[in-house]
C-alpha cells in the first residue's frame, strides 16, 4: 500500500542540523521558562521577604527617632549602611525631606499612591518603603554590584559542553544509524541484493534495520526466483518447441499426417499445461495480498480431491485408499489448498505401479490437520530429497516427455501451504515416497 508523503515544513537537508536545532530550541525555551520561574518566584516569596525587612528597618529606624533623635537616628542609619555595603538608607517623611540632614530627596519616592518602591536609574537602584500611617519613609539607594565575567563562566562551558555531548549522542545513536540504512537501502537499489543492515538495536532504529532485511530477504529471493524461473521455462520450453517445429515439417512432408498432428497436439497441451503452471505459480507468488481468503471445511476439501483423483487412479490400475478424517475448517484460499493436495496425490498416482495402492492418512489436533500421502513407486534419490519441491525439478526417471509433468506440481503445492503457514515435507517410505502436509486449522475439530 502507498502511503503518500507528508508536506515538508522544512526543507532540512541532514537530519543532524534538525537534531542540532531541536536541542538549541529546547534549551531557548527552557531558559523562558525558567526565566519567567525565577521572576514568579521573586514576586511571589523573594520581593515579600524583603517587604518585611523593609518594615522592620522602618519601625527600627523611627524607635531610635523617638528615643534619640537625629543622633541615634543617624547611628542606625550608619549601622545600615555597614550591614548593607554599597547602599546608602535616609528616613524621610511625608514630603520626601530627609529627617537627618534636612534635605529634599523627594525624587526617590514613588509617585502617588504606591507605597513600594523598587527601581533602577542612572546606574543605582533604589528602594523605598512607606509606614502604614504614612508619616515616614524608609529609602535605600545604592550601586548593584557587578559580577565579573568570569564567576558565569563555568555555567556557560557546562552548557556549552552538555550541548556538545547531546548532539554527538544524537550523531552516534540516530544520525549515524539512519544514514547507514539510507546507504545500504542505497546499495540494495543498485543491485547489491546482499546488502543487510547489521543492527542489534531493540528500538525504532533496529526495527526499521530488521523490516528492511526481511524485505531485502524476501525481494532477493523472489528476483532470484524470477531469474531462475525464467531460465527453466525457457529450457523447458525449448524441447517441445522443437518437437513441435519437427511435427509441422513432418506433417507437411510424410504422407502419414495423423501421427504427425497427434504429435502436435501433445506438444501443444504440454505447452498450455506448462503456460497454466506458471500462471498458477505467479498467482502464489503475488502474496495474501492477491488472494481471497475464505472459510472452509478441511474435510470438503479432501473428498473433492479424492473424488477428482480416484477415476486417473482406477485409469491407471491404483486405487485410493483413505484413513482417518478431518472435521476443522481452513482459512485461506480454497483452491490453493486443493490444489496443493491434489498435485501431490496425482504425482503418487503417475509414479505408482499398477494394482498398487495410494495411502492417505488424515490426522488433526486442536491446532493442524495433517495429511500424508504415501505411494509405492520407486522413490526418490535421497540427495534429491531436499530438491523435488523446487521449479521444474524432476528425477532423472521421470524426464519422460510423454509421463513426465511439468516438474511445477510439487512446487505449487508447496507455496500454496507456505502461503497457508503451513508446512510440507517428502521422506522415501522404502518402497515408495511419503509426503506429508501440514495446515493451521482455523478452530478445534467438533464433535460428530
Given at each position: 500500500m502507498y502511503l503518500p508523503a507528508r508536506t515538508k515544513l522544512w526543507p532540512m537537508k541532514s537530519l543532524y542540523f534538525g537534531v542540532a536545532l531541536a536541542m538549541v530550541t529546547t534549551l531557548s525555551i527552557s531558559f523562558v521558562i525558567f526565566h519567567s520561574i525565577s521572576t514568579r518566584l521573586q514576586q511571589r516569596t523573594i520581593d515579600p521577604a524583603f517587604d518585611r525587612i523593609d518594615e522592620l528597618e522602618l519601625e527600627s529606624a523611627r524607635a531610635a527617632l523617638t528615643s534619640g533623635g537625629p543622633p541615634a537616628l543617624?547611628?542606625?542609619?550608619?549601622?545600615?549602611?555597614?550591614?548593607?555595603?554599597?547602599?546608602?538608607?535616609?528616613?524621610?517623611?511625608?514630603?520626601g525631606v530627609d529627617v537627618v540632614y534636612g534635605e529634599n530627596r523627594a525624587v526617590l519616592l514613588p509617585p502617588p499612591p504606591r507605597s513600594r518602591w523598587r527601581s533602577r536609574a542612572n546606574g543605582h537602584y533604589i528602594r523605598a518603603h512607606r509606614s502604614s500611617d504614612g508619616q515616614y519613609w524608609i529609602v535605600a539607594v545604592g550601586v548593584p554590584e557587578q559580577p565579573h565575567t568570569w564567576t558565569y563562566l563555568p555555567f556557560y562551558f557546562l552548557v556549552i559542553g552538555a550541548t556538545v555531548v547531546l548532539c554527538w549522542l544524537a550523531w552516534a545513536c540516530v544520525v549515524s544509524p539512519i544514514r547507514r540504512i539510507a546507504a545500504s537501502i542505497a546499495l540494495f537499489g543498485e543491485g547489491h541484493l546482499s546488502t543487510r543492515v547489521q543492527s542489534q538495536r531493540q528500538d525504532e532504529i533496529g526495527q526499521l534495520g530488521r523490516s528492511f532485511n526481511r524485505m531485502a530477504d524476501q525481494l532477493q529471493a523472489l528476483i532470484t526466483s524470477q531469474h531462475r524461473l525464467l531460465g527453466d521455462i525457457s529450457h523447458e520450453l525449448r524441447s517441445p518447441l522443437a518437437r513441435l517445429k519437427f511435427a509441422i515439417k513432418l506433417a507437411r512432408t510424410s504422407t502419414d499426417s495423423k501421427t504427425a498432428l497427434n504429435r502436435i497436439d501433445r506438444d501443444v497441451d504440454r505447452i498450455a499445461a506448462l503456460v497454466g503452471d506458471i500462471v498458477e505459480m505467479n498467482f502464489i507468488e503475488c502474496g495474501p495480498a492477491g488472494q481471497e481468503a475464505e472459510i472452509a471445511r478441511a474435510s470438503d476439501i479432501m473428498?473433492?480431491?479424492?473424488?477428482?483423483?480416484?477415476?486417473?487412479?482406477?485409469?491407471?490400475?491404483?486405487?485410493?485408499?483413505?484413513?482417518?478424517g478431518l472435521a476443522g475448517e481452513v482459512e485461506g484460499n480454497r483452491e490453493l489448498l486443493r490444489r496443493a493436495v491434489e498435485n501431490v496425490l496425482r504425482n503418487g498416482i503417475r509414479y505408482s505401479p499398477q494394482h498398487s495402492t495410494i495411502d492417505i492418512s488424515i490426522a488433526?489436533?486442536?491446532?493442524?490437520?495433517?495429511?500424508?500421502?504415501?505411494?509405492?513407486?520407486?522413490?526418490?534419490?535421497?540427495?534429491?530429497?531436499?530438491?523435488?519441491?523446487?521449479?521444474?525439478?524432476?528425477?532423472?526417471?521421470?524426464?519422460?516427455?510423454?509421463?513426465?509433468?511439468?516438474?511445477?506440481?510439487?512446487?505449487?503445492?508447496?507455496?500454496?501451504?507456505?502461503?497457508?503457514?503451513?508446512t510440507i515435507t517428502a521422506e522415501n517410505a522404502s518402497p515408495g515416497l511419503r509426503v506429508q502436509i501440514t495446515i493451521p486449522l482455523r478452530s478445534p475439530p467438533t464433535p460428530n
Amino acid at each position: 500500500m502507498y502511503l503518500p508523503a507528508r508536506t515538508k515544513l522544512w526543507p532540512m537537508k541532514s537530519l543532524y542540523f534538525g537534531v542540532a536545532l531541536a536541542m538549541v530550541t529546547t534549551l531557548s525555551i527552557s531558559f523562558v521558562i525558567f526565566h519567567s520561574i525565577s521572576t514568579r518566584l521573586q514576586q511571589r516569596t523573594i520581593d515579600p521577604a524583603f517587604d518585611r525587612i523593609d518594615e522592620l528597618e522602618l519601625e527600627s529606624a523611627r524607635a531610635a527617632l523617638t528615643s534619640g533623635g537625629p543622633p541615634a537616628l543617624k547611628i542606625y542609619l550608619a549601622r545600615l549602611d555597614q550591614v548593607f555595603r554599597g547602599s546608602s538608607h535616609y528616613l524621610l517623611d511625608s514630603r520626601g525631606v530627609d529627617v537627618v540632614y534636612g534635605e529634599n530627596r523627594a525624587v526617590l519616592l514613588p509617585p502617588p499612591p504606591r507605597s513600594r518602591w523598587r527601581s533602577r536609574a542612572n546606574g543605582h537602584y533604589i528602594r523605598a518603603h512607606r509606614s502604614s500611617d504614612g508619616q515616614y519613609w524608609i529609602v535605600a539607594v545604592g550601586v548593584p554590584e557587578q559580577p565579573h565575567t568570569w564567576t558565569y563562566l563555568p555555567f556557560y562551558f557546562l552548557v556549552i559542553g552538555a550541548t556538545v555531548v547531546l548532539c554527538w549522542l544524537a550523531w552516534a545513536c540516530v544520525v549515524s544509524p539512519i544514514r547507514r540504512i539510507a546507504a545500504s537501502i542505497a546499495l540494495f537499489g543498485e543491485g547489491h541484493l546482499s546488502t543487510r543492515v547489521q543492527s542489534q538495536r531493540q528500538d525504532e532504529i533496529g526495527q526499521l534495520g530488521r523490516s528492511f532485511n526481511r524485505m531485502a530477504d524476501q525481494l532477493q529471493a523472489l528476483i532470484t526466483s524470477q531469474h531462475r524461473l525464467l531460465g527453466d521455462i525457457s529450457h523447458e520450453l525449448r524441447s517441445p518447441l522443437a518437437r513441435l517445429k519437427f511435427a509441422i515439417k513432418l506433417a507437411r512432408t510424410s504422407t502419414d499426417s495423423k501421427t504427425a498432428l497427434n504429435r502436435i497436439d501433445r506438444d501443444v497441451d504440454r505447452i498450455a499445461a506448462l503456460v497454466g503452471d506458471i500462471v498458477e505459480m505467479n498467482f502464489i507468488e503475488c502474496g495474501p495480498a492477491g488472494q481471497e481468503a475464505e472459510i472452509a471445511r478441511a474435510s470438503d476439501i479432501m473428498d473433492e480431491v479424492i473424488r477428482d483423483c480416484t477415476l486417473e487412479a482406477e485409469v491407471r490400475g491404483c486405487r485410493i485408499a483413505v484413513n482417518g478424517g478431518l472435521a476443522g475448517e481452513v482459512e485461506g484460499n480454497r483452491e490453493l489448498l486443493r490444489r496443493a493436495v491434489e498435485n501431490v496425490l496425482r504425482n503418487g498416482i503417475r509414479y505408482s505401479p499398477q494394482h498398487s495402492t495410494i495411502d492417505i492418512s488424515i490426522a488433526e489436533n486442536a491446532r493442524t490437520a495433517a495429511i500424508v500421502i504415501r505411494d509405492f513407486g520407486p522413490g526418490v534419490p535421497e540427495d534429491a530429497l531436499t530438491r523435488i519441491f523446487d521449479p521444474f525439478f524432476r528425477v532423472e526417471e521421470a524426464r519422460d516427455p510423454t509421463g513426465g509433468g511439468s516438474g511445477l506440481g510439487l512446487s505449487i503445492a508447496k507455496q500454496a501451504v507456505q502461503l497457508h503457514h503451513g508446512t510440507i515435507t517428502a521422506e522415501n517410505a522404502s518402497p515408495g515416497l511419503r509426503v506429508q502436509i501440514t495446515i493451521p486449522l482455523r478452530s478445534p475439530p467438533t464433535p460428530n
